[in-house]
């Protein structure tokens, strides 16, 4: 029998997700991230959870992992000496970048410095016109004398080449490429063209340095990984998780390792769209807290919405326009930098915030006895009743009450006079109000209902945290999956092989054809298949999508439109102000049909087969509906209704059956995780093992 095992590596724990062919456990597992060098939490984690069942690294057919280390060694500027080659006259692209401000009223305002500074940049002689037209012949023995001194005066290790308008004709970028990779064969080169062929040259220059800038970083831990695998006998396929959702081979990872960011997220949203597609819930809020950050994922129809954006290294964490942009396709999410690790602290004003810095897996909560000092929501949640010490990881991992008490004491209930208790519960509440403001405008900005969507909660703290959370945005239902502590771990098993591109071509619809139509789309689909094909793939085993990215002639942004599969190109092109109305009306609430249409981007996506995921539960006998379990025992616990500990009733969810009932106030624990049921809270267990939990939502204390 084979297995296939995914590895999900938070800034705190990483997860682990087992998965065998036939009717076997599933086995799961979650010890703490190691910052210095997380592929030694992969190989020991991954061993101690394959030794638990008999098996060993032999025995994996395949092994999926996902990652942030893209995203934190962009914040934490931990990435390798980049150099940048650019068209004579636009070395401060990167410096000047879209002169817009992010908040209008604040006089200090600042931005990350560019990943690379100014006395990296050189400038190289050719033009390429907007057209595609060669205006000026590239200069190519001067630019490689430009990169020779970077690398030998400067000491590159990397080098990105932006040249204007190469998303129209990337002939200039091909020729330095291939020469630059001939004279200096140990130089990691990213060419913009290849990345991301946007027009806009801001954002295709910042996403093509953030992928040179972090190759030899992703370049030298894979081989780490792969070292370690292979010297522990595995020999299976080895995939990552890229950040729209979809596999990548290794090769595709170092080769595009801007596209892996916050590649861990993105699975748990995959697997908060296959939830809603198995539970048949047409609109779905995933939520997932970690231990060092919060995110949500908004699913329409069993299918995550995805934007062509993401921010990195935000100086203000909610505040758009303050990151670096990169162009990749991502699952799109709202972060909020609070997790179980997040640190609470009162300001100046004497008002409290928790996040969103965090105190990781090292030295970690105080409460971890590993030296961390500073309060957190790890220790709140222990000071409040909501976890047991002595059952954190199943019992592995053993939590100290008074170290917590003492950290909160000392950070938040002496500067604002209050009680260990009324403190926690303050880091508690603030947590979940900033959860809850952050949906909010994320589901308004992208016309999201909430308030007739069920919530998909996950994670090491989601779970404790959802039902207040819900209560806050009058959401209906909470549903809790199997081994919801560690769900990211499963999306990497359910996430099928993916590639997606983007490419600037501007035409006006009225003077496309179905011949030009088809032609473009065709070039695109025929790049996305040479780079599945060498991962592997077989070409009659992917289905194919198609996107447009349009405006009306004269608007400075576009709104993206999903195209028909089944229809003929000149059948789509005669839809498409239709199409196009329709999705600027959602958007807008109205569409101005007389005005002529311009198509800016074609985006293609190519998807393998959906891997089997059926997660087997032992078989149990199935009670009546509505009985009562068995409770393992009673723990107080604060309420917030009575300002006080009451008693909560304690359950083992590994022994809970279908069809089985429980009502609040209530604690259900697995090694991963534990659900907090409020007084008015009714959960019952479903055929596959999911807590759906309906609650009153009439604004009453959660």
């Known amino acids: 029998m084979t297995y296939r095992l995914g590895v999900d590596i938070g800034g705190t724990f990483t997860d682990f997700a087992l998965l065998g062919e036939g009717p076997r456990p599933v086995g799961v597992h979650k010890c703490l991230t190691t910052p210095a060098d997380p592929a030694e939490a992969v190989l020991t984690g991954a061993g101690e959870l394959l030794a638990r069942h008999g098996l060993d690294f032999a025995a994996l057919a395949g092994l999926v992992h996902g990652t942030t280390l893209i995203t934190n060694a962009t914040i934490e500027r931990r990435g390798a000496r980049t150099g940048l080659l650019v068209t004579r006259g636009f070395r401060d692209v990167l410096d000047i970048g879209k002169e817009q401000r992010y908040d209008l009223f604040d006089l200090r305002l600042r931005f990350p410095p560019p990943i690379v500074p100014r ?267 909501y976890l047991d010490p002595g059952f954190f990881l199943g019992g592995r991992m053993r939590l100290a009450v008074d170290r917590a008490a003492a950290a909160i004491e000392r950070g938040v209930a002496a500067p604002l006079g209050l009680a260990a208790t009324r403190a926690a519960w303050g880091i508690h509440e603030t947590v979940n109000q900033d959860v809850a403001r952050a949906f909010r405008v994320h589901a308004a900005e992208h016309a999201f209902d909430y308030r007739r969507a069920a919530m998909v909660a996950y994670g090491g703290c989601g779970p404790i945290h959802a039902l207040r959370i819900a209560r806050k945005l009058k959401l209906p239902e909470v549903i809790f999956p199997a081994s919801a502590g560690v769900m990211s771990a499963f999306g990497l098993l359910a996430s099928p092989l993916r590639y997606e591109l983007l490419r600037t071509d501007r035409v006006l619809l009225a003077e496309l054809d179905a011949e030009a139509y088809e032609r473009r789309f065709q070039a695109l689909e025929a790049r996305i298949l040479q780079v599945l094909e060498d991962a592997g793939a077989a070409s009659t085993e992917l289905a194919w999508q198609r996107r447009l990215s349009m405006r009306y002639r004269g608007q400075g942004y576009e709104i993206e439109v999903p195209l028909p599969a089944d229809l003929p190109a000149r059948e789509t092109l005669a839809r498409l102000p239709d199409l196009f109305a329709e999705r600027y009306r959602a958007v807008f609430s109205f569409s101005f049909l007389e005005q002529p249409l311009e198509i800016v981007h074609w985006l293609a996506a190519a998807t393998g087969p959906e891997p089997p995921l059926t997660v087997v539960r032992a078989p149990l006998p199935k009670p009546g509906a509505g009985t009562p379990p068995a409770a393992k025992g009673e723990r107080q616990a604060y309420a917030p209704e009575t300002s006080g500990f009451v008693t909560h009733a304690v359950y083992d969810r590994y022994t809970l059956r279908p069809g089985e009932r429980i009502g609040g106030p209530a604690l259900v624990e697995e090694n991963e995780s534990t659900c907090l049921l409020g007084r008015r809270a009714e959960a019952v267990v479903d055929e596959a093992g999911n807590l759906i939990v309906r609650q009153a939502t009439d604004g009453a204390i959660a």
Request: net charge negative.
């Open 119 to 385: 006395e990296l940049r050189r400038e190289v002689d050719e033009r390429i016109g907007y057209d595609g037209r060669i205006e000026q012949p590239l200069d190519l023995a001067a630019a490689l004398a430009a990169v020779g001194a970077l690398v030998e005066q400067e000491g590159v290790e990397a080098l990105a080449v932006g040249l204007l308008h190469s998303y129209a004709n990337d002939t200039h970028e091909r020729q330095l490429g291939e020469a630059v990779r001939s004279a200096f064969p140990g130089l990691h080169v990213t060419l913009s063209a290849e990345v991301c062929p946007f027009m806009r040259e801001f954002e295709r220059w910042t996403t093509a340095t953030v992928n040179a800038y972090t190759q030899p970083l992703v370049d030298r831990y894979l081989a780490r990984l792969e070292q370690g695998l292979r010297g522990r006998g595995f020999a299976g396929a080895f995939s990552v998780m890229t950040a729209s959702g979809g596999m990548a081979t290794t090769d595709m990872a170092r080769r595009f390792p801007a596209r892996l960011i916050e590649s861990g997220p993105a699975a748990g949203a995959l697997m908060s769209a296959r939830h809603a597609r198995a539970l048949v819930r047409p609109w779905v809020l995933g939520f997932d807290m970690g231990g060092t950050t919060a995110k949500g994922a908004l699913i329409v129809d069993g299918v995550p919405l995805v934007r062509h954006e993401i921010e990195v290294a935000r100086v203000h964490a909610f505040k758009k326009g303050s990151g670096l942009p990169v162009r990749i396709p991502v699952i799109d999410m709202i972060e909020i930098g609070s997790g179980g690790g997040g640190i609470a602290t009162v300001d100046g004003r004497g008002v409290l915030r928790v996040g969103p810095l965090s105190a990781g897996a090292d030295p970690g909560p105080a409460c971890y006895g590993r030296g961390g000092e500073w309060p957190t929501l790890t220790d709140a949640n222990l000071l409040l009743g």
